[in-house]
C-alpha cells in the first residue's frame, strides 16, 4: 500500500490542485493522511510518519505539496520501481550533488519539473543526489524506521527537505530524482525570506558546512531553463497579456493595438508576434479573444500563443459566455464562445478535423458568476508539431 501525506496551508489551493489528482492516481487501498499546519511542516510531516509507520502492509508515503498537480499515469508504477531497492530512501523529481545549504538549485542539478515560472531542467532522468525539492518526496519503509524530520531544530517551512535528505544519507540510505509528469503550481521565490535565512543558518551549523560554502540564494530559485530558440535578454523570463488595455498587468508585456509599445504595438491575429518560441513563461487574456474573429485569425491566436510558450507553461483566458448578455450585447464582440470551443483546441473534439491546431492540454475550465468563462490551459512538456 502507498500512502500520501500533505501539509495544508491553503484549504482551497489544496482542494483545487492536488486533491483531484490524487483522487485519479491513488489505489483503492492507498491511504490520504492530510494534516492542517500554518505553524510548522516539520511537525505536520512528523505526525503524517507516525500514522504511515502503523500501517503493516506500507510500501511508501508519498510526501506532496498542495499546489502540485500529479499528471503522470504511471507514478506509482514508477515510486515501487524506484524504492524497490532497499538502500534506496528517498525519491524526489529535483535535486542536486554538492549542496552546501538550502539552496539547492545553485549546486549541480539533477531532473526535471515543470512550474509556472517555467520548465526546471536539469537534464532529467534517474539519479542519485544529496538532497532533493520537497514539492514532491516519497519515502522508502526503511526511511520511515530510521528517520524522523528534525522539528526540534526548525520551525516554519524551510529546509526540512534538504535536512530530511542528509539524514536519510547519513543513516546509509540513498536518496534519488526520478522523472515523474507534474506541475508545480509555485508561487516563487522564497516566501519569508528572514525565516528562510536562519533555517539556512541552523543547516549549516547541524551540518558543520562554513558559512562561506556556497551563495546565499536569489529572490527566484536560479534554475536551467532550456530554450527552444533564439531568445533575446529582453524575452527571458517573460510574461504576457494579450490586450491589456490602459490596466495591463505590472512586468507583463502587453500585447495591445493601442496600448502596446514599440513592436507589441498590434492586434493579437497579426502573427507572429515579436518574439522567439519558448521564450514566454505564461500569457493571460481577460475578455479580448471574444474580439477575434472565429475561424482561421481564432486558430492563428491560440497556435501562436502555444509556439512562444515554453513547454508547461500555461495560457489563461478569460471570456463572456454565450448565450449571456455580456457576451451578445457589446456591439464589438465578433465570435462567441462555450466550454467546448476549447475542447477543439485540446483535441477532445473534432481530432481528425484537421484544422492545423497545436493542441493544449487542460487545466480548468470553470464558469464564474454564471457569466464569465475562465480556462486554464498547458502547453504539453513533449512539443507536437
Known amino acids: 500500500m502507498i500512502a500520501f501525506g500533505v501539509c495544508v496551508g491553503d484549504k482551497e489551493i489544496y482542494q483545487r490542485w492536488v486533491l483531484p489528482t490524487l483522487a485519479r492516481v491513488m489505489e483503492p487501498d492507498s491511504l490520504l493522511m492530510a494534516v492542517h499546519s500554518s505553524t ?45 531497492p532497499p538502500d534506496v530512501g528517498v525519491v524526489g523529481v529535483v535535486g542536486a550533488v554538492g549542496v552546501a545549504d538550502l539552496a539547492w538549485w545553485q549546486a549541480s542539478g539533477r531532473g526535471r519539473c515543470a512550474e509556472t515560472r517555467g520548465l526546471v531542467d536539469f537534464g532529467g532522468g534517474d539519479a542519485d543526489v544529496e538532497a532533493v525539492d520537497g514539492l514532491l518526496m516519497a519515502l522508502s519503509p526503511a526511511a520511515l524506521r530510521t528517520t524522523r524530520f528534525d522539528d526540534r531544530s526548525y520551525t516554519g517551512f524551510h529546509g526540512y527537505d534538504v535536512d530530511y535528505c542528509f539524514s536519510v544519507r547519513q543513516s546509509g540510505l540513498r536518496v534519488r530524482v526520478v522523472d515523474i509528469d507534474l506541475f508545480h ?35 527566484e530559485p536560479t534554475t536551467s531553463i532550456p530554450e527552444t530558440g533564439p531568445v533575446s535578454a529582453q524575452d527571458v523570463a517573460s510574461s504576457l497579456e494579450l490586450g491589456g488595455g490602459t490596466k495591463s498587468r505590472p512586468g507583463w508585456i502587453n500585447l495591445d493595438p493601442v496600448h502596446g509599445t514599440g513592436p507589441w504595438r498590434r492586434r493579437a491575429q497579426d502573427v507572429p508576434w515579436p518574439t522567439s518560441e519558448g521564450a514566454i513563461q505564461s500569457i493571460y487574456s481577460s475578455h479580448m479573444m471574444e474580439h477575434i474573429p472565429a475561424g482561421a485569425d481564432r486558430i492563428a491566436v491560440m497556435n501562436e500563443a502555444w509556439r512562444v510558450l515554453r513547454p508547461g507553461g500555461t495560457f489563461e483566458v478569460r471570456v463572456p459566455l454565450f448565450p449571456t448578455w455580456p457576451a451578445i450585447a457589446d456591439p464589438t464582440h465578433v465570435s462567441f464562445w462555450v466550454p467546448e470551443s476549447f475542447l477543439y483546441f485540446t483535441g477532445t473534439l473534432a481530432p481528425d478535423a484537421d484544422y492545423g491546431i497545436r493542441y493544449w492540454q487542460m487545466q480548468r475550465s470553470e464558469v464564474v458568476d454564471g457569466w464569465e468563462l475562465r480556462v486554464e490551459l498547458r502547453k504539453p512538456l513533449a512539443q507536437a508539431a
Open 185 to 219: 503550481h509555485t508561487k516563487g521565490g522564497l516566501g519569508d525570506s528572514s525565516s528562510w535565512h536562519q533555517s539556512n543558518e541552523i543547516f549549516r551549523s547541524k551540518w558543520s558546512i562554513p558559512t562561506t560554502a556556497s551563495p546565499m540564494p536569489p529572490p
Open 40 to 84: 510548522s511542516i516539520f511537525s505536520a510531516y512528523n505526525e503524517i510518519l507516525d500514522r504511515a509507520r502503523d500501517q503493516p502492509d506500507i510500501e511508501a508515503l508519498v510526501l506532496v505539496h498542495e499546489d502540485v498537480e500529479l499528471k503522470d499515469a504511471h507514478l506509482l508504477d514508477k515510486l515501487r520501481r524506484s524504492l524497490q
